[in-house]
């Protein structure tokens, strides 16, 4: 699920899918950034140039070269949490 506006677009998680992270590679030993490549393939549909997303609950800021901004402005409640698939974490 997604809204949109002229200037803004909101997802939960990725455009495509609710569950994946839009932004965060999770692995056994720790969270990290997505390449940027791979993030510029899911927002590639996008036209606006500013897009916020959340799921991870992780607070981040990327600037790409295409000039699109993404913003998880991380948790509201809920710092952190419990997930077992892929792995636990």
């Known amino acids: ?15 495509e899918n609710d569950e994946l992270y839009m932004l965060n590679e999770i692995t056994p030993n720790c969270v990290t950034l997505k390449q940027t490549e791979e993030i510029m393939k899911l927002v590639k549909d996008i036209p606006q140039n500013i897009i916020f997303c959340g799921h991870s609950h992780f607070p981040t800021i990327v600037y790409l070269p295409n000039n699109k901004i993404i913003i998880n402005p991380g948790s ?3 710092p952190a949490y419990e997930e077992v698939e892929p792995f636990y974490y």
């Open 1 to 15: 699920m997604s809204i949109q506006t002229d200037d803004f677009y909101f997802c939960h998680a990725s455009p």
């Open 76 to 78: 509201v409640g809920l």
